[in-house]
């Protein structure tokens, strides 16, 4: 079955510094998505791409679709207290079914003020 | 006002009990999703609706049996509770399943002893 895999699964950082996480499907993708969890939230959509080679930004996030629609990623630039959480992707199969939508394992994000 | 509401949100249990997790979303959406996030935050779908339909069922043990009286409701009911039941059980929409914003509650945090 389809897995979504993201690296790295934790990631601690000094404010200020950037961060990335990784995420790599075994099957292409009709689109990929973004959620952040804060510790004992729920996931919070944050982007969706859907074209081949897209790239978005929201502030000090930049997203990043790969060409061939396996792979995606998320930067953010100078991070802060705030960013701290769990950062899923997620999608569905291309030309698999729009209701099961697999999420990845997550990157835990901590920052330290 | 909440847009996916769930309750209750902290439950406690003896195994072997039964209990019911209600949901309800007030966003006009057509799908409805309950999710399992285990203690290794990992979030696995179990059930995909679609006006009231089963679409996805992800081998889930069948004494979990959701229940969709309408659209904008989607139970799940849990027979002979286990101790790896343990964990929290989201429920969520979206607009024509997983090519739009899935939308989370806020979760329901069950722990079987």
């Known amino acids: 079955g389809q897995q979504v895999m993201q690296i790295p699964q934790y990631q601690h950082v000094q404010e200020g510094e950037d961060f990335t996480t990784y995420c790599n499907s075994s099957?292409?993708?009709?689109?990929i998505q973004w959620y952040k969890q804060r510790p004992g939230g729920h996931p919070v959509f944050l982007i969706q791409?859907?074209?081949?080679?897209e790239v978005k930004k929201q502030k000090r996030l930049t997203f990043q679709f790969g060409e061939a629609k396996k792979n995606s990623s998320l930067h953010i630039t100078a991070t802060q207290t705030t960013d701290v959480g769990t950062y899923f992707c997620?999608?569905?199969?291309?030309?698999?079914?729009?209701?099961?939508?697999?999420f990845g394992k997550g990157t835990l994000l901590t920052v330290n003020p | 006002d909440t847009a996916v509401s769930q309750t209750p949100k902290y439950l406690v249990t003896q195994m072997g009990n039964d209990k019911s997790i209600k949901c309800e979303q007030n966003?006009?959406?057509?799908?409805m999703y309950w999710y399992k996030q285990d203690s290794k935050k990992f979030l696995k779908i179990m059930f995909s609706?679609?006006?009231?339909?089963?679409?996805i069922n992800e081998t889930v043990p069948n004494r979990f049996s959701p229940k969709s009286p309408d659209k904008a409701h989607l139970n799940l009911h849990i027979n002979s509770l286990e101790l790896g039941d343990s964990a929290v059980y989201f429920c969520?929409?979206?607009?024509?399943?997983?090519?739009?914003?899935?939308?989370f509650g806020e979760g329901s945090w069950l722990t079987v002893v």
């Open positions: 969520a929409s979206s607009q024509d399943g997983g090519i739009n914003t899935i939308y």
């Open positions: 099957t292409t993708l009709s689109n």
């Open positions: 791409l859907v074209k081949s080679g």
């Open positions: 997620a999608g569905p199969r291309s030309g698999g079914s729009n209701y099961k939508l697999t």
């Open positions: 966003l006009g959406h057509d799908t």
């Open positions: 609706y679609n006006n009231k339909e089963l679409i």
